[in-house]
Structures are given as C-alpha cells and as structure tokens.
C-alpha cells in the first residue's frame, strides 16, 4: 500500500521552521525555490542519507500542492508484479476492450498510474524514490505520463547514483534520460560539506533534545571543529542519530567515537562504557546565558522521561526489541520487561520502529 506522509513528518513543518535554509547547500535551495514556483519535473541525485526526500518535501510543501499528499513509491522495493501494474496502458480506441499493455508508444494510447496509488495521491505530489531501479519498459511508461502532462498529480523524481554515473550504465531509458536532464537537482554527501558542520549542526542537537524531551548539548566552536575534521562516511541521517547519542550521553566530545567508528566495532571496554552512558539521563551542560533554564513549570515527569529513554534506545536500536542488539539489551532489561512498559507508557513499538528504518 501506497504510504502517504504530511510535511510535519520530517525535518520541517509550523513548529519545526528551523534548519532548513541551513541543511541544504543554497544552490539546492535556490533550485528548490524554482522548483516548488513550476511544474516540471525534478530530479534529484545524491548518496543515500544526504536528503532527497526531504527536498522533495520542501519542493512540495513550498508550492501551490502544499496541502495536497505527499506520497513515495520505492522504486527498488516494488516487486516484479507491483512494477508490472503500476504504470497502466489504455487504448483509447473504443474497439479495444480492457488494457492494452503492449505498447506504450501506440498513438492511440494513453498512460495512467495503478488506481491505488492514483487515489492516494490525488492532485499531491509523488515522489519516486530511486527510480533508476524501474525496468525498462517502466521507465518508458513514466517518461509517457511525465512528457504528456496529463497527470493530476506533480511527480518528482530522485536517485542515490549520479545522473552522470547512471546514465553511462544505461540505468536511464532514452526517454526518461531526456525528461531528468530538465530539472536537476544535485546533493552533496557531508563529506563535502565539512566545513559546513558548524552552521547546522547545533540544529540538528536542539530537534534532538526537543524529539527526546532532554535539554539540548551547547558544543564550543572547538568540539565543533572536532567533528567538522572527522572523516565522514555517513551523511545527515546519521548524523541526526549521532546527535540523539551525543545528547541522549550528554557528553558532545566523547560521542565522536560513536561517529567514527560503529559501535559493534568498539573495543569491549569502550562498548560497556558507550552502552552504560546510553543507559544513564546525565544533567546536560548549560551556559549561563540559555534562556530556557529547567524550572518547575517545564521540568519534565518520570513518565516523561522514562517515555523518552525507551523511544531514545529504540531509535538507536533500529526498532529492534529483542537480542544483543536490541533496546532491551540496551536498557540492561527483559524484552518483556520492556514490551510491558511500552504498553503503559502508550507507546506504539511498530510506529518507531518504521521510523527508525
């Protein structure tokens, strides 16, 4: 099934206005701008976890759709049968009955997405996530609904391979190669962007205290520095789960370990200490001139923080519950220890751990 989101769900909604002229290198955005103001379609191109599909939402929720879905089909997760029925070809010859899937170039033909998704996304915006994954014969299909402009819907399009890379392994029908070289959009991984660390990353530090219901960490220029010289293999999704580390610890500079190395690959003794560090809400460090200080009013309930400890672990486990790896490991409890504390704390397990993956 079709999975529709609202702009609220990621990085950016009414309440969440903050990073996003700062995440985002400003030629993306200022494509972005055009973007969101036109109706072709976009490509965007990048390595997994730079943020395509949250410029694609901010394309979205920036035009004239913004309160239209927003739905995303992977491409590389459709199987054989789903890809088949997803892009529809119908004559138009009243003689012909039923659907006519030979051809998608028949002048008397007419391409239509499967009924499901049409219904979810109505007259929104359909983001097809790696799209390079479409077979053949899909991609010509798309290339048809795209160039006609007979949709309701808007379609923007995105890939984890360069356009360059993509199209020099033929990953790209003619036709829809000649459709994504209109709009391109094109993110770098944060390894090319260290030097821009230091004006996003205490963004991404304050939304983690704030999700995690803990005081936001104030790093020095020089724990900034740090991580701005780490040699990054991970891209901004990670570097929002290392955040929620760095603060669910309270300790910035002992964190960069974390971001380095995996923490399966930790020495034993660094492990149990990373581990017991996750285990334990330490007081945050605060400067003096914070005007948001813990007073009675907004000091958080033990419920509260219980909530947010579990939700924090099961992040950091990718949703898992049980085994070595899981939060109740994590936690130093059993799973149905665990599972029976999540039940009184109302906490939905399968909503977090969608989120998590």
Known sequence: MPSVFSPSDVFFSASRPFFL????????????????????????????????ETLARLIAATSE???????????DRLSPRQTASLLNVRSNDASVSGLYATSANDANSTISLNDAWAEAVGDGVLYWAEV?????????????????????FRSILGSSRSFVDAA?????????????????????????????????????????????GLLPLNPSERE???VSNINFRQNLKDLKRYCEIATLQGDFPRTLAVLETPLANLAPVERRQTEQ????????????????PLTKENFPTLD?????????????????????SGAAALLAI????????MRKLGLDWAKIRDEAR
């Open 21 to 52: 002229a700062d995440v985002f290198p400003t030629t993306a955005l200022e494509r972005a701008e055009i973007a969101a103001a036109s109706e072709v379609p976009v490509f965007i191109s990048g390595e997994r976890g730079v943020g395509k």
């Open 65 to 75: 759709r913004s309160r239209a879905p927003f739905v995303k089909i992977r491409c």
């Open 132 to 152: 390079d994954a479409l077979p053949a014969r899909a991609q010509r299909r798309l290339a048809t609904l795209l160039a006609e402009n007979a949709a309701p």
């Open 168 to 212: 020099r392994d033929g990953a790209f029908a003619p036709e829809l190669e000649a459709i994504l070289t209109a709009f391109p959009i094109f993110l770098p991984s944060l390894a090319a962007r260290r030097d821009e660390l230091a004006r996003f990353l205490p963004h991404f530090l304050r939304d983690a205290a704030r999700r995690l």
């Open 224 to 226: 900034i520095d740090a």
């Open 277 to 292: 560090n996750a285990q334990t809400l330490t007081a945050k460090r605060r400067d003096e001139t914070d005007e948001t």
């Open 304 to 324: 509260a923080a219980a909530k947010a400890h579990v939700v924090a672990a099961l992040r950091l486990t990718g949703g898992i519950v049980e085994g070595p």
């Open 334 to 341: 059993n799973p149905h220890t665990l599972r029976a504390r």
